[in-house]
């Protein structure tokens, strides 16, 4: 066997190497298998190893607003729990899906403690301790860091 015929076969065996990868790659393509379409209050999702998984309505709109939480990988981790499919075609699943507005509500302001309490605060912030100061405020009203902050400057 000469130089020339190992060169040609080994181009052949590279060359199903990389068709074979490709085709691979098309296969698992998880947009050629999904499919956001409402189905009797139930969305299809792709194919988990050739098994069809359908989803509650209530369990798209927790993933949706787990998503726009700002939540993604807890999201893609409950898609994954739901139906089985790997962590590319969950991601990709995930972030084609319409997002929910899934916002907080703003706290309550804690309602301000009493003048007596607030007169080590009232210290602290003379005595030039304002990080304890902070703290303390905080500690005693609940509020968040800005508006302790805030309050404190204001004194």
């Known amino acids: 066997m000469d130089s ?4 040609a076969i080994v181009l052949a065996v590279l060359a199903v190497v990389v068709v074979v990868i490709v085709l691979r790659r098309r296969q698992d393509s998880s947009y050629s298998r999904m499919s956001l379409s ?5 969305i ?5 190893r050739h098994n069809s998984v359908a989803i509650s309505s209530a369990d798209i709109a927790a993933i949706s607003a787990l998503a726009a939480g700002d939540n993604k990988i807890a999201a893609i981790k409950r898609m994954r729990e739901l139906t089985g ?4 075609e969950a991601k990709d699943y995930v972030e084609a899906m319409p997002l929910t507005d899934a916002t907080p509500p703003p706290r309550a302001p804690a309602a301000p403690a009493a003048s007596a ?3 080590e605060v009232y210290v602290m912030a003379q005595q030039g301790h304002k990080i304890q100061a902070i703290k303390r405020y ?3 009203t609940g509020v968040g860091l800005k508006e302790a902050k805030d309050f404190v400057d204001r004194l």
């Open 4 to 7: 020339l015929t190992l060169m």
């Open 38 to 42: 409402l189905d009797d209050n139930a």
């Open 44 to 48: 299809a999702t792709p194919p988990a």
């Open 85 to 88: 499919v790997g962590l590319k």
């Open 117 to 119: 309490d607030l007169s």
């Open 138 to 140: 905080r500690e005693l």
